[in-house]
Each structure stands twice: as C-alpha cells, then as structure tokens.
C-alpha cells in the first residue's frame, strides 16, 4: 500500500491505473516506481464547493460532485489526516437489511453501490458479500424479522428467513439451546457482508484526486463566514478559504462545526467502542447479530474477530471508551459464542459518533444559503458511505435533495416527520 | 470507569448510574404554547460541547435520585456534581467538587 507522503509532488499522481500489467511492471522495477496516490496540494483562496470534512462521506461526496456533476473546483479540508475519523474506526458492516420505507431504498442504493465501487473507482476496497445474519430467539422476534424480510422484498432488497437448522448448518458453533436466548432462526442478507474501511477513504481520495479534488490535510475549519445569510467562506487553520458552496461531513463534530454558522442540531456526540480479538483461523463466517443483546462480531481477513455492541451511553468527544461497556460486549459475546472465553482480545478503541435524535441521518440544505449538511450517521453510516456521498453531492449540486434522501430532512424534527425506524436516538426523547 | 459523586450518597461506579441528558432544559409550564419550533427546542435540540457539560445522572441502582454533574466531555474529569434545584456551582471562583 502506498500512503500519502508530505514529498509529493502535484501532478505525479493519477497517471497509474492498477491493473495485473501495472503490477507486474512494477514488480520488474523492484516496486520502487509507485508514486503517492493523491496530491497534498496549498489551499486555493477560492472554490466551488468546500467540504469540511475528510472522512468517508466527505471524499465521497467530492468524487461524486466532480464525476457526476461535473464541478471543476472541490477541496475537501480534513483537520487532521483522512481516514482519522470513523471511517477508519468503524467494524466495516455493510448491508441494506433496514424496515422503514425511507431507508430501504438509500440503503439499497448503496449497497448497488457498493457492489460496482471497485471497478468504478480502480482501487480494491475488499468488498465482501458474506451475509449479514440477524438472529431471533423468540416467536415475536421471528415475527417481526419476517415482517422486515417482506419489506425488504418488496423493495427488491435480497432477504431469506432463516429456521434453527439452516442457521446451525451457516454457523454450528453458536449456543442454540442457551437455556434464556435459544437462538429459533435468522433473517439473512445474503450480499450485505464487510468492506476494508481505510481502503474507502484512500480509494475515494484517490479517485477524487485524479478528478482534481484538492484533498487539504491537516487544516481544521475554527470559522464559517455568513454575509447576508449566506455561507460564503470557511476560515481554516492555513488560511480562509471563499466557496459558492460549502458542505459539512464532520461526523461526531457535526455540532461543533454547525455551531460555527449558528446553528444548533437535534445531535449529541457519544463514543462507540470496537474490539478485536487475536487472530485465529476462520470461524465465523458471517456478519451475525445478536437478537437478546446488542452484539454483533465478524472476522477480518487476517483472522482476528471484530465485534461492537453499544454506545457507551454519556456525551462524549473522548475517542476512548469506557471499561463496563467492555464488559458488557464481551458478555454477549460469550453468551452467542461461548468459545470467545478461550480467546484474548487484542486491541479496543472507540470512535465519536453524531448520535440524532431518531437514530436517522441528515441530508439536507440548512437554513443558511450556500451551506449544506451531512451529519447524525449514529452508529451505523459507514455502510451509508457510497449513496451519502452520492445523494450530498446531489443536494449541494442541484440545490434540492434527491428522492433517496428527501426523507433525510434537518427539520423533520419541528415538523413532525421523524424517521421511526429506530425509534431512539441519543436519549429517548420520542416518548 | 467513572467515578461519580453521587450528591446523596458519595462516590461511586459508573456502573450504578444511569445518564440522563443536558441539564436545566426546562420543560414550559404550559406546552400547548408553544409553537413547533419552540417544542423541537426542548425536546431535540442540545448545546452537546466538547469541554465542560452541565448534565443529569440518576443513580438508578442506588439512592434512585436525579442530579446536576458538571464533567468534561473531552477528559472526563468531573468538576462538580449538585442536586436538582440548587443553581450550578461558579466554577471559574474556583468551587471544589461537592458530594
Ligand atoms: C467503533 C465503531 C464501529 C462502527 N461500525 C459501523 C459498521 O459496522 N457499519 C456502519 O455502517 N457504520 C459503522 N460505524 C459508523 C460509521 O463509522 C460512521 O457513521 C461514518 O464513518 C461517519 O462518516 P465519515 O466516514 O464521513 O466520518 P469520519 O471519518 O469521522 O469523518 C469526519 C471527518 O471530519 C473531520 N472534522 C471534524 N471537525 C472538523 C473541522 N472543524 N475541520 C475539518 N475537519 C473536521 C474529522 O477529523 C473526520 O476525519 C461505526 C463507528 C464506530 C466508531
Ligand atoms: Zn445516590
């Protein structure tokens, strides 16, 4: 892998194309002609669109705005390198496997997304369509999954409702006769499965890059300019920078960096943990979720299992988590998988996430012109990268949200409209 | 793990808690008043700073009261906790932490 590097030079990207010729060529050179795959370009004084943000959704949204919209001059200004954020801190789950109507098809989208990603962008993100097995341990679980599995179908989405002995025969090694959750069955979707998360950020950076986005690391934005309720530029650490649009994508900072226009959002940023145990040979073979717990555990190619559960539950902007959280993931661990006692757990780290008030995202223009907002992923916007990107770019570009994210309102939440798929957000305000 | 001083009964685990959201969001003494905004305000809308945070815990699996902690986001040190009523300590006048 080739990482950025402070010495490159503008215009010595973007001429490669990976391909088998590319690599064997440069294996005959000793592999020592690769070059970094993005420029580190000084920021312009001036831009079409600025997008605050260097995370998934922010270089996404970038390469969508330039390869589908065709706008000339984009920056992406990251305050600290791209991948820092929960785009390289995330457990990698992909799928479309959701109930409200509003979500289906975003998520569908970007799973359709997804599936073409690595062609359309040259760059091998690991997309890997293992499945994603939701578990129910009760009739009225099983219900409700069956009546999910046919909402999914209606919407073209690929679901299969699984019984006790098609889920033992997927993955032998969980507790089913566990004496209070015995596991009945699944739901599966059979192409959600997990993507190499770094490999998203660099592939989208890459790919931005080669259209001439200037991807700015290492610049934080500490101002928004507004004149006459107008966004009009951001002030940065190297510099102001004036754009005729500018979109935010600050996951868990979303707040912070509203705040610096005057707005104030339905969001509080809490810490999600993940964890990864020793490598071991393959084992799961899936996603799976826990149905009596908030559990849910892959395993990575080099071997090692990657498991979540839930936020720690108190603000937080932290990046660490919290011991009894640990605690709690590794007991629903043990009580899926009881063989996870045998094995140590190598690493754990936590990411900041914008939880909204209903537990759905935000895609929307704010009550300011010229400024647009993606933000209130939750835990669960990484699956969300490609159609977030797409469905921003769409928003910023055309100035009215897309079909797929009309739903994604900001002001749902006087009006109404919230997204009842979760039912909660941060706090259970909905009452 | 936190360790939070409960107003009533002392320090204790983090784990005997229950967070319960930014404190001193007052509910309107008659709702149907207020316009939607006005209700999204209180129900949806929160400062969430990264730094010093006025907030409520309940101390579920003790006492069972509500109270104030003032803690910081970003560290975690907890700088004061106060029952509900009483107004925030000055923290700038250099207040200790109370229990
Ligand atoms: C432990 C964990 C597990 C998760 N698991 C999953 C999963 O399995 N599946 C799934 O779909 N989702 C998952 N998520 C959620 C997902 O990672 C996020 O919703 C998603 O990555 C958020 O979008 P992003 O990639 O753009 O965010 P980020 O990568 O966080 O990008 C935001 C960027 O904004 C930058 N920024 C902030 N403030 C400023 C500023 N003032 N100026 C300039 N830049 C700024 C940040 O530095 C950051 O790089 C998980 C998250 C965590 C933490
Ligand atoms: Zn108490």
């Known amino acids: 892998m080739v990482l950025p590097s402070s010495h490159s030079r503008a215009g010595a990207v973007a001429d490669l194309r990976y391909s088998i010729l590319s690599l064997v060529a440069q294996s005959f050179r000793g592999n020592t002609a690769w070059r970094p795959v993005w420029r580190e370009p000084e920021p312009k004084p001036a831009y079409d669109v600025v997008i605050v943000g260097g995370g998934g959704h922010g270089l996404s949204t970038a390469y969508y705005l330039a390869k589908e919209h065709g706008i000339g001059s984009i920056a992406v200004v990251e305050k600290s390198w791209i991948g820092s954020g929960n785009v390289g801190r995330n457990t990698t789950v992909i799928r479309s496997n959701y109930l409200d109507h509003a979500n289906i098809p975003f998520y569908e989208w970007s799973l359709k997304l997804w599936e073409g990603l690595e062609q359309d962008i040259n760059y091998n993100a690991m997309v890997s369509q293992r499945g994603v097995l939701m578990l129910y341990h009760s009739d009225a679980q099983r219900d409700a999954l069956a009546r999910r599995g046919n909402a999914m179908r209606l919407n073209g989405v690929d679901a299969e409702l699984l019984d006790r002995d098609a889920v033992r025969r997927l993955v032998p090694i969980l507790d089913f006769d566990n004496a209070r959750f015995p596991i009945h069955g699944g739901l599966l979707q059979p192409r959600g499965g997990t993507v190499r998360h770094d490999a998203v950020a660099w592939g989208y950076a890459r790919a931005a890059d080669s259209r001439g986005v200037d991807i700015i690391q290492n610049c934080e934005v500490t101002g928004i300019t507004v004149e006459n309720g107008r966004a009009v530029a951001v002030e940065t650490t190297r510099g102001k920078l004036h754009a005729r649009k500018i979109g935010l994508a600050c996951a868990g900072n979303s707040s912070r960096v509203a705040a610096l226009a005057g707005l104030r959002l339905p969001i509080e940023s809490h810490v999600l943990q993940a964890y990864v145990s020793e490598g071991i040979k393959p084992l799961v073979p899936n996603v799976i979720t826990f149905g009596a717990g908030h559990f849910y555990i892959s395993q990575s190619d080099k071997g090692g299992l990657i498991f979540g559960g839930d936020i720690d539950g108190y603000n937080s902007y932290a990046q660490r988590g919290s011991t009894p959280m640990i605690e709690d993931v590794m007991e629903g661990g043990v009580s899926l998988i009881p063989t996870l006692s045998r094995l140590r757990m190598l690493r754990s780290w936590g990411g900041i996430m914008d939880m909204s008030m209903d537990g759905s995202p935000i895609i929307d223009k704010t009550p300011i012109e010229g400024l647009y907002l993606n933000a209130g992923w939750c835990i669960g916007g990484f699956k969300a990268t490609p159609a977030a990107g797409w469905c921003f770019a769409h928003t910023i570009a055309r100035d009215a949200p897309h079909e797929l994210n009309a739903a994604f309102r900001l002001d749902r939440f006087a009006a109404g409209h919230l997204i009842d798929e979760r039912g909660a957000g941060a706090q259970p305000n909905l009452q | ?99």
């Open chain 2, 1 to 99: 793990m936190l360790l939070i001083p409960c107003p009533y009964c002392g320090p204790r685990p983090e784990i005997e808690f229950r967070y319960a959201g930014q404190a001193h969001v007052a509910r309107a003494a008659d709702p149907s008043a207020l316009s939607d905004a006005e209700w999204a305000q209180f129900l949806y809308l929160r400062d969430n700073p990264r730094g010093r945070h006025a907030e409520r815990w309940r101390h579920t699996n003790g006492c069972g009261r509500f109270f104030n902690c003032i803690r910081d986001t970003l560290t975690d040190k907890i700088a004061a906790t106060y029952r509900i009523g009483e107004t925030p300590p000055d923290l700038a006048a250099g207040a200790e932490a109370r229990r």
